[in-house]
């Protein structure tokens, strides 16, 4: 994608309204066109990256130092029973802005609140052996 044509960039340059929470050097974040619950925000890096693959270690530590902030205003704003922080990366995972994004999604009373999240537990599927294989194959390629 050009990102001439990304709209996250376009709401950083001013393009494009939105209702901002918070800005610095490297960082944007403002509310959800959708609202997935109110206070539903999401925080950007004004550099462009399509994903998590993409973003440099440098820009990520930016991209996540004002969240505990960001977060915590929402909580004495809204006082929620609690706050989901959630990332889609590729298509398959459910991004559909192809510039990074972290959405900090405020709860009100469970799952009725229109947000939900589903674990399906795998409890005893997965030994020591098997998940210290698996710990092995993704550390391999820690420095690649």
């Known amino acids: 994608m050009n990102h001439d044509d990304c709209v996250f960039c376009k709401i950083v340059r001013g393009e494009l309204p939105s209702a ?3 800005e610095d050097e490297s960082v944007y974040a ?3 066109i959708s609202q997935v619950t109110e206070g539903h925000t999401l925080v950007i890096p004004k550099m462009h990256a399509t994903d998590i693959y993409e973003l440099p270690e ?3 530590g930016n991209l996540f ?3 505990p902030k960001i977060a915590r205003a929402i909580k004495r704003a809204y006082r929620p029973i609690g706050i989901n922080l959630l990332n889609n990366n590729e298509a ?3 991004q559909t802005v192809f510039h990074i994004h972290i959405h900090i999604i405020p709860r009100y009373s469970g799952i009725s609140d229109g947000f939900n999240v589903k674990w399906v537990r795998r409890d005893g599927e997965y ?3 098997r998940l210290g294989q698996i710990a092995e194959r993704i550390a391999k390629h820690m420095n690649e």
């Open 92 to 94: 398959g995972a459910g």
């Open 20 to 22: 901002k929470v918070y």
């Open 58 to 60: 440098d820009v990520a």
């Open 30 to 32: 403002f509310l959800d």
């Open 127 to 129: 030994d020591y052996d």
């Open 65 to 67: 130092r004002p969240i």
